[in-house]
C-alpha cells in the first residue's frame, strides 16, 4: 500500500510539472468559427485564403468580402464565396475544416471579410491586399513557438504585432507545436495569436515537430493542410509545405526540411532561376549552420546552399536549434567568416523550450535563454533587420544594402549590449519536449 501511495505522488508530482508552464484551453469546436487564419494560396495583389474551423453541424459555409469602408455600410456591398468542408476526425473526435480563396481583389486595396454560415458569423477582419508592383513592406519571422504556446509564446506574438502594427505578413519557420497531432496545441497556437492569425496573412513552413510516426514512417500532421490554404505550386506530393509566393518585389520561399530533400532541389534551382524580384528570402526548419550542440544539417546544407549562393538568396529564416544566430555565408573552400557578403542566416525561437548556444565562426550574433521575433523592413535596395526580445528589447540590427552587380553591403546597427546565455533561473529542458529530430 505504501509503495502504491508512493507511486502515486511521484506520478502526481510529474503529472504537475509537466503542466505547470501550461495554460488551460478548450479545443471543443462549436458552430462558432474559430482558428481563422489568413493565408495567400494565389497572387496577394488579387486573392486571399481564409481557413476556419466549425463542429460538423455545420456542413456548409462561405465566406463574404467587401472592401473596406469607413462607414460600416460596406457589410451592404459583400460578396459571398461558398467554403470548400473537410472532415477532420481523430479518437472519435471529430471538426469540420473550411476554407475559401477570394479572387479578383484589386491590388493595394483594404478588404473586410467574415466567415461563417446561417446566422453565425465571425467579426469582420481587415486587410489590405499587395500592391501589384515592388513596393516597401515589412514582415515578422518567428522561429519554434512549440511548447506552452498559450501560456509562454502567446506575449511573443503579441509584443511583435504591437512593435510591427503595419506588417504585411508573417513568416513560421517551423514547430509550431510540440505534439503534431495534438489538438489542443493548435487550439493554444491558434488562440495566442488569436485575431493576428486571421488579418495578418502567415507563411509557415513544418518543423520536425508538424512530423509524427505513423507505422514506422514519418507523416505530416493530419492539422496542417485542414489548418492553412497555401500555394500548391511546389514538387509533387509536398503541397503547401514547400511552395513560394511574391511580394511586392520579394519572392519568398518554403522549403520542407523534414523530407525529400533531394527532390526539392531542382525545383528550388528553377524557382530562383525564374525569379523576377530584387528580394530574395528562403524559410525552413533546419538550419543550414546549426547553433546548438550535437546538431548538424550536411544534407541539407550540401543541397541547398550551393543554390543560395549561385542565387545571391539574401536571407534564410530558420529554426530548431533553440537558440538565437545570426551571421553569414561561409563560401566554398573558404575557412573565415566574410562579414559583408553574401547569405544572411538566422536561426532564431519564439517559445520558451531554450538550449545551449554552441559558438561557430559563421555567428555575428548569438543568444539563449531568450524568446524573440524579429521585424524585418524593405524599401527599395534596402532592408532592415531587427530582432527584438520577447519584452520588446533590441537585440540585434543589421541593414542590407542592394548593391548593383556586388553581394548586399551589410551594416551593423545592433545595441551593443552583452551577449545573453544562460543562468540559473533557466527553465530546466522537459524530457517529452523533442524526441524527434
Ligand atoms: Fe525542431
Not at 508573417?170 to 514547430?175: E, N, Q, S
Not at 531542382?266 to 550535437?294: C, D, I, M
Not at 565562426?361 to 524585418?376: F, P, S
Request: hydrophobic share 35%.
Amino acid at each position: 500500500m505504501a509503495r502504491l501511495v508512493f507511486l502515486l505522488l511521484i506520478a502526481c508530482l510529474a503529472a504537475c510539472a509537466h503542466d505547470y508552464h501550461r495554460a488551460a484551453v478548450n479545443s471543443v469546436p462549436t458552430q462558432i468559427p474559430d482558428r481563422i487564419v489568413l493565408n495567400w494560396s494565389g497572387d496577394p495583389a488579387t486573392a486571399a485564403s481564409v481557413t476556419w474551423r466549425t463542429d460538423t453541424h455545420i456542413t456548409k459555409a462561405e465566406g463574404q468580402i467587401a472592401e473596406a469602408d469607413a462607414s460600416p455600410n460596406f457589410v451592404t456591398w459583400a460578396k459571398r464565396e461558398e467554403a470548400r468542408t473537410e472532415k477532420w476526425t481523430r479518437n472519435g473526435y471529430a471538426a469540420h475544416f473550411h476554407s475559401v480563396t477570394f479572387e479578383g481583389l484589386k491590388p493595394n486595396t483594404h478588404y473586410a471579410y467574415r466567415v461563417g454560415s446561417g446566422k453565425i458569423w465571425s467579426s469582420w477582419y481587415q486587410f489590405r491586399t499587395a500592391s501589384a508592383k515592388p513596393d516597401s513592406f515589412t514582415f515578422i519571422y518567428f522561429g519554434d513557438a512549440q511548447n506552452n504556446l498559450l501560456a509562454l509564446w502567446a506575449r511573443t506574438i503579441r509584443t511583435a504585432m504591437l512593435d510591427a502594427p503595419d506588417a504585411d505578413f508573417i513568416i513560421h519557420a517551423g514547430d509550431l507545436v510540440n505534439k503534431p497531432n495534438r489538438d489542443s496545441e493548435w487550439q493554444e497556437w491558434f488562440k495566442a495569436g488569436d485575431w493576428i492569425h486571421a488579418k495578418i496573412p502567415s507563411i509557415p513552413t513544418p518543423g520536425n515537430h508538424e512530423y509524427d510516426k505513423d507505422a514506422g514512417k514519418r507523416r505530416l500532421s493530419t492539422l496542417w493542410r485542414p489548418h492553412f490554404t497555401l500555394p500548391e505550386n511546389g514538387p509533387t506530393g509536398l503541397a503547401e509545405t514547400t511552395y513560394y509566393t511574391d511580394y511586392q518585389g520579394a519572392r519568398i520561399i518554403s522549403l520542407n526540411s523534414n523530407e525529400r530533400i533531394e527532390d526539392q532541389t531542382p525545383w528550388l534551382e528553377q524557382v530562383l532561376a525564374t525569379n523576377p524580384n530584387p528580394w530574395t528570402f528562403v524559410t525552413f526548419h533546419h538550419p543550414v549552420y546549426s547553433a546548438s550542440k550535437g546538431r548538424d544539417n550536411k544534407d541539407l546544407r550540401e543541397a541547398w546552399k550551393p543554390l543560395f549562393d549561385k542565387y545571391a538568396v539574401d536571407m534564410v529564416l530558420q529554426g530548431h536549434d533553440h537558440t538565437y544566430a545570426r551571421g553569414h555565408n561561409i563560401g566554398n573552400g573558404v575557412t573565415v567568416r566574410d562579414t559583408t557578403k553574401g547569405t544572411v542566416y538566422v536561426v532564431s525561437v519564439s517559445g520558451p523550450k531554450q538550449s545551449d548556444l554552441r559558438k561557430d565562426r559563421w555567428m555575428t550574433r548569438g543568444a539563449e535563454n531568450t524568446q524573440l521575433y524579429q521585424v524585418i523592413s524593405v524599401s527599395g535596395n534596402t532592408l532592415h533587420y531587427r530582432a527584438m526580445t520577447a519584452v520588446g528589447e533590441l537585440y540585434d540590427a543589421f541593414d542590407l544594402v542592394k548593391q548593383q552587380g556586388e553581394p548586399n553591403t551589410l551594416i551593423e546597427r545592433g545595441p551593443g549590449s552583452p551577449e545573453r546565455r544562460k543562468n540559473k533561473n533557466t527553465l530546466e529542458k522537459r524530457d517529452d519536449d523533442d524526441k524527434v529530430y
